[in-house]
Nanobody, 119 residues
Framework: QVQLMESGGGLVQAGGSLRLSCAASGNIFSINAMGWYRQAPGKQREMVAVITSGGNTDHAGSVKGRFTISGDTAKNTVYLQMNSLKPEDTGVYYC?????????????WGKGTLVTVSS
């Protein structure tokens, strides 16, 4: 099995910064990508950022220029540096890892870490 351990969430004032971390462990052989989604109260889960095994990144338009995703392949860890936080960034942030499996892929999710941005 695969486990994802997230950390770094918390309460911060608008304009502040937080850094989320997510470490994957367990039966990991081939990572396609790791990334973050978030879910605000009453809203659907949305993609925040992703980094592929080749180091390519993508960020949602709402966070571009403020959030940066990075990864440490040796540690199977992904980070999300969040700057200039806004109240609308409040939500539960979920880490995921997509692995290659038998010609296809499988995705595992973390339990989420809460980010609260006060105005």
């Amino acid at each position: 099995q695969v486990q994802l351990m997230e950390s770094g969430g918390g309460l911060v004032q608008a304009g502040g910064s937080l850094r989320l971390s997510c470490a994957a462990s367990g039966n990991i052989f081939s990572i396609n990508a790791m990334g973050w989604y978030r879910q605000a109260p009453g809203k659907q889960r949305e993609m925040v950022a992703v980094i592929t095994s080749g180091g390519n990144t993508d960020h949602a338009g709402s966070v571009k220029g403020r959030f940066t995703i990075s990864g440490d392949t040796a540690k199977n860890t992904v980070y999300l540096q969040m700057n200039s936080l806004k109240p609308e960034d409040t939500g539960v942030y979920y880490c995921y890892v997509q692995l290659s499996r038998g010609g296809g892929s499988v995705t595992y999710w973390g339990k989420g870490t809460l980010v609260t941005v006060s105005s």
